[in-house]
């Protein structure tokens, strides 16, 4: 209680501006976003790729008679606003041209993935109503979820954003989701759907508005407050659309065009595609150290479907000893894991475990990554102020490929570590250099510069040319200092000054910071 309150009071310190508000529409000029369609795509295609997805599909589309869906229907303006209008909802849904793009987007681009996606919804879409209901939140926000990961909790965004609500390091911390080094509750879909709840909660606390609580998500209530106080304390989204960062601007308007394609779909001709095994689960509270291998060949279910429903341990193992975790099998196993529960604690036990029950060489657990094919192997060493985002950018090649090809779990790199880089054969020597380079010059690359930290009156150097000094003002969170300086992360910050959360901050505070670089 005493953590939430505090939470509370620095969202409320960042709540200095008019209460006014006013309607209008937004400028026909509207384009979509391509950080929302290339993320959301990126997604999509993840959450294809995973075994429940790929294995356990019902429907075959190319099965289906194509006379049916040989023509993509298209409607009238008029019909996309009178079907937006008709959808129950507390949040506005607005109607403009880049609604209507997002729209085609989702029920003509990416129509056979958004029948999977449609599909996968009936499995997690009512937890997520439940849970909304009981923090007294609009039940129709699940829609976020499909924005920010495709409904995909393996989803990583480039700046380390994880899991289906996509969650920073610092933001899942204060909202009390573990991460260590065999846990990230940022993948589980229902913990951190409690606390992404629990974050919208607080967002409407400081707006009263759920739109720009819904902006807020995506951006920081930070950039939203920057966003009114610019446009004179209006408080509509459309009217200070222009003041947000521009993948906010896309966010919102697909929000809007996600309800209405889930509300809509069988009038666009999309088919729903079920998995099987998602949809009846089971969770078992675990209490023992116990390794996802041991339920797998003594159970008989795929380990690759064990990892897909229980994607938040990074190890495949689940360390119960002194604490309880749940593991989530097929409904159809769940008898035959609580008959056999000793035994599959014993299965193996001396492979996985040390005769102290501590466990045994968990990183010979990773699968063996396969090389890929028509591509040269280009080695990097992990340098400080380096993140899996900065790297996927220099070399041009996904976080996810990263991560796979060097068995790596999450984004934890460190300094030193060498990453295999699969680079297309011929373009090898673009690339060869780029372990050489400055920071500066590797962000230059890719045609991006390396701001300074602003100057302020509460920033000042330490005589030790080392450090930076920063004085907390009111409204500062952790992310938005740490976008101060280069190479610097919330939990650099975290652990300099032995801080525990990010709601321990307090205005007139001065914290240490060690810029990278």
């Not at 997520?128 to 990583?156: C, D, W």
């Not at 060869?432 to 300074?452: C, H, M, P, Y």
Request: charged share 20%.
């Amino acid at each position: 209680m005493y953590k939430r309150l505090l939470l509370l009071i620095i969202l409320f310190s960042q709540f200095l501006f008019s209460h006014a508000f006013s309607n209008s529409t937004t400028k026909d000029t509207l384009s979509i976003s391509p950080t929302v369609i290339t993320d959301f795509e990126t997604n999509l295609d993840s959450l294809i790729q995973l075994w429940y997805v790929k294995n356990t599909i019902k429907t075959d589309y190319n099965s289906i008679n194509n006379d049916s869906i040989s023509v993509i229907p298209e409607f009238s303006d008029s019909i996309y606003i009178e079907r937006l209008q008709n959808i129950p909802s507390i949040v506005n849904l607005s109607y403009n041209k880049i609604v209507r793009n997002y729209i085609h987007v989702y029920t003509k681009q990416r129509r056979e993935s958004v029948g999977k996606m449609i599909g996968l919804s009936d499995y997690y879409f009512p937890k997520f109503e439940e849970i909304f209901e009981s923090y007294g939140i609009p039940t129709e926000l699940k829609y976020m979820a499909v924005i920010e990961s495709a409904l995909n909790p393996r989803a990583v965004s480039r700046v380390g954003a994880t899991g289906m609500w996509q969650f920073m390091y610092g933001t899942a911390r204060m909202y009390d989701l573990t991460i260590n080094s065999y846990v990230d509750e940022r993948r589980d879909p229902i913990k951190s759907a409690h606390a992404a709840a629990l974050f919208m909660k607080d967002l409407y606390s400081m707006f009263n508005d759920w739109t720009l609580v819904i902006a807020a998500y995506n951006c920081g209530p930070g950039n939203v407050n920057k966003a009114i106080r610019r446009s004179g304390g209006k408080r509509d989204f459309w009217q200070i659309f222009y003041r947000l960062p521009r993948e906010t601007r896309g966010y919102v308007p697909a929000y809007i065009a996600a309800a209405y394609t889930f509300n809509y779909y069988e009038e666009h001709g999309i088919i729903p595609q079920f998995p099987e095994i998602t949809i009846a689960t089971d969770s078992i509270i675990i209490s023992d150290d116990l390794h996802l291998k041991q339920v797998s060949e003594v159970l008989g279910i795929p380990m690759k479907a064990l990892r897909d429903l229980n994607p938040q341990y990074k190890l495949d193992i689940i360390p119960g000893k002194g604490s309880k975790y749940p593991l989530t099998l097929p409904i159809n196993f769940t008898g035959d894991f609580i008959d056999q529960q000793d035994s599959i604690l014993a299965y193996k036990k001396s492979v996985f475990f040390n005769s102290d029950n501590t466990i045994r060489n968990p990183q010979k657990s990773y699968y063996v990554p396969q090389a890929p094919t028509n591509r040269t192997k280009i080695i990097y060493t992990v340098k400080s102020g380096d993140n899996l985002g900065y790297i996927s950018e220099w070399y041009h090649v996904r976080i996810s490929d990263i991560r796979y090809w060097n068995n790596v779990r999450g984004n934890m790199i460190r300094v030193g570590q060498k990453l295999n880089i699969y680079v297309p054969k011929g373009n090898a020597a673009k690339y060869a250099d780029i372990n050489k380079l400055s920071f500066e010059e590797k962000q230059g690359r890719i045609g991006k510069t390396v701001s300074k930290p602003e100057k302020t009156k509460t920033t000042t150097k330490s005589t030790n040319t080392n450090y930076v000094y920063y004085k907390v003002r009111s409204g500062d969170t952790l992310w938005e200092i740490a976008k101060k300086y280069q190479g610097v992360t919330e939990n650099d910050i975290m652990k300099l000054n032995n801080i525990s959360s990010g709601r321990s901050l307090k205005a007139g505070q001065t914290i240490k910071i060690k810029p990278k670089g």
